[in-house]
C-alpha cells in the first residue's frame, strides 16, 4: 500500500502491431497515477494532460521529448520484431515497457524499477541492487546476457533511476503542489459615497478563476451589474472586482448580496452599511488627518520628554559646578 508521502513518476510504453488499428506506437507519463503528458505515433506530437505541467518544464521540452519519443518508437518496432523472432511467431504481438521510480518525502528513501513485457507477459525486467537483468522466460535470455556485458549502459541504467528520475520526480511534486494551491480570496465591499455604485473587491485568491455575482432579495440580478477583469497581484496571487449601480433608497428596501465563487469555497457578503466600508475622499482627508493629529500628539510629547531630561541635566551640571566653586 503507498502511503500518502510516497510519489511515483512513472513511463508507460507500448508498441502494436498494424492491424490493430491502434497508434503503433504510444507513450504516458504518470506522476502518482496521474497522466501528466502523452505521445503517440499518429500525432507525432506530446501533449500535456494535466495544465500545471506546462509552468513545471521549460519551453523546449515538448519537441526534446518529441525527438527523443520518435527515437524511442523506431527502436520498439525492432525489438517488437525482435521478440516475434525469438518466439518463432509469424506476427508479433504488443510489446511494453515500464520505467519508473518512487521517493517517500518523510524519509527520502527511493527506488526504481524497469519493466519489458511481450504479448501480456513478464519479458524482462531491471535488478536495481544488483545491476543485473533478470529473464523469466527463456526467450529473453540471450537479451538479458546481451545487455548483461554493455556495463556502461547498466551504470547510466542506474544512475537514471536513483538521480535523473528521481529529480524529475520531486521537480514535478513541487510545481504540482504549488500550482495546486488553493488560496481564499478576501472580499470586501465599497462605496465612496452613498450615492455611487457598489463595489464586490475580492482578492488575494489562487487559482485565478473565479466569479463574482449579486442577488437581490435571492434572485441573480444582471442588469446594472458591471464585471472587471482578473488582474494579477504582485505575490502571485489575484483580484477581481465587480460594481453594482443602485440607489441608497433601494439598497436599504432590499437585501442585496455579494456572491464569490472560488475553488477554495463560496463567500457571501450582505450589502448594508455595516459591512460597506468607504473608500470616499473625505474619509480618507479625515483619516489622514487623525493620523496627523496622532504623530503631533507623540511628537510634541517626546519634545517635551526631551526637554526635560535636558533641563535635568543641565541643573544638575550647575549644581556640581556650585559645589565644586565651594
Given at each position: 500500500?503507498?502511503?500518502?508521502?510516497?510519489?511515483?513518476?512513472k513511463y508507460?510504453?507500448?508498441a502494436?502491431?498494424?492491424?490493430?488499428?491502434?497508434?503503433?506506437f504510444?507513450?504516458?507519463?504518470?506522476?502518482?497515477?496521474?497522466?501528466?503528458?502523452?505521445?503517440?505515433?499518429?500525432?507525432?506530437?506530446?501533449?500535456?494532460?494535466?495544465?500545471?505541467?506546462k509552468g513545471?518544464?521549460?519551453?523546449?521540452?515538448?519537441?526534446?521529448?518529441k525527438?527523443?519519443?520518435?527515437?524511442?518508437?523506431?527502436v520498439?518496432?525492432?525489438?517488437?520484431?525482435?521478440?516475434?523472432?525469438?518466439?518463432?511467431?509469424?506476427?508479433?504481438?504488443?510489446?511494453q515497457?515500464?520505467?519508473?521510480?518512487?521517493?517517500?518525502?518523510?524519509?527520502?528513501?527511493t527506488?526504481?524499477?524497469?519493466?519489458?513485457?511481450?504479448?501480456?507477459?513478464?519479458?524482462?525486467?531491471?535488478?536495481l541492487?544488483?545491476e543485473?537483468?533478470?529473464a523469466?522466460?527463456?526467450?529473453?535470455?540471450?537479451?538479458?546476457m546481451?545487455w548483461?556485458?554493455?556495463?556502461?549502459?547498466?551504470?547510466?541504467?542506474?544512475?537514471y533511476?536513483?538521480?535523473?528520475?528521481?529529480?524529475?520526480?520531486?521537480?514535478?511534486?513541487?510545481?504540482q503542489?504549488?500550482l495546486?494551491?488553493?488560496?481564499p480570496?478576501?472580499?470586501?465591499l465599497?462605496?465612496?459615497?452613498?450615492?455611487?455604485?457598489?463595489?464586490?473587491?475580492?482578492?488575494?485568491?489562487?487559482?485565478?478563476?473565479?466569479?463574482?455575482?449579486w442577488?437581490?432579495?435571492?434572485?441573480e440580478?444582471?442588469d446594472?451589474?458591471?464585471?472587471?477583469?482578473?488582474?494579477?497581484?504582485?505575490?502571485?496571487?489575484?483580484?477581481k472586482?465587480?460594481?453594482l449601480?443602485?440607489?441608497?433608497e433601494?439598497l436599504?428596501?432590499?437585501?442585496?448580496?455579494?456572491?464569490?465563487?472560488?475553488?477554495?469555497?463560496?463567500?457571501?457578503?450582505?450589502?448594508?452599511?455595516?459591512?460597506?466600508?468607504?473608500?470616499?475622499?473625505?474619509?480618507?482627508?479625515?483619516?489622514?488627518s487623525?493620523?496627523?493629529?496622532f504623530?503631533?500628539?507623540v511628537?510634541l510629547?517626546?519634545?517635551?520628554?526631551v526637554?526635560?531630561?535636558?533641563?535635568?541635566?543641565?541643573?544638575?551640571?550647575?549644581?556640581?559646578?556650585?559645589?565644586?566653586?565651594?
Open positions: 500500500m503507498t502511503c500518502a508521502a510516497t510519489h511515483s513518476l508507460f510504453y507500448t502494436l502491431p498494424q492491424s490493430t488499428g491502434l497508434p503503433e504510444s507513450a504516458v507519463a504518470y506522476l502518482d497515477e496521474q497522466p501528466i503528458y502523452f505521445y503517440d505515433s499518429s500525432t507525432k506530437q506530446v501533449v500535456a494532460r494535466q495544465e500545471w505541467v513545471a518544464v521549460d519551453a523546449d521540452f515538448w519537441r526534446r521529448n525527438q527523443l519519443l520518435m527515437d524511442t518508437e523506431k520498439f518496432k525492432t525489438n517488437m520484431d525482435t521478440a516475434r523472432k525469438r518466439f518463432n511467431q509469424t506476427s508479433a504481438l504488443a510489446l515497457k515500464m520505467c519508473s521510480c518512487e521517493w517517500n518525502e518523510e524519509t527520502g528513501a527506488d526504481g524499477h524497469e519493466l519489458y513485457g511481450y504479448g501480456g507477459e513478464d519479458f524482462l525486467s531491471f535488478d541492487k544488483h543485473r537483468w533478470i523469466p522466460v527463456l526467450q529473453g535470455l540471450y537479451t538479458k546481451k548483461d556485458a554493455d556495463v556502461p549502459k547498466l551504470k547510466a541504467k542506474t544512475h533511476l536513483t538521480h535523473t528520475c528521481i529529480e524529475w520526480l520531486k521537480k514535478y511534486v513541487s510545481n503542489s504549488m495546486d494551491r488553493k488560496v480570496p478576501q472580499v470586501s465599497l462605496q465612496k459615497e452613498p450615492s455611487d455604485r457598489v463595489t464586490c473587491h475580492a482578492t488575494g485568491f489562487y487559482p485565478d478563476a473565479t466569479m463574482i455575482f442577488r437581490r432579495d435571492g434572485v440580478i444582471h446594472d451589474v458591471e464585471h472587471e477583469e482578473t488582474l494579477p497581484n504582485g505575490d502571485g496571487t489575484y483580484q472586482r465587480t460594481h449601480t443602485v440607489s441608497p433601494d436599504q428596501k432590499h437585501d442585496y448580496t455579494c456572491t464569490v465563487q472560488h475553488i477554495s469555497g463560496d463567500v457571501v457578503l450582505s450589502a448594508n452599511r455595516d459591512s460597506i466600508r468607504s473608500n470616499s475622499r473625505h474619509t480618507q482627508r479625515q483619516d489622514i487623525i493620523i496627523a493629529v504623530l503631533a500628539s511628537t510629547v517626546i519634545f517635551v520628554v526637554i526635560s531630561v535636558m533641563i535635568q541635566k543641565f541643573s544638575n551640571g550647575k549644581e556640581q559646578t556650585s559645589e565644586k566653586e565651594k
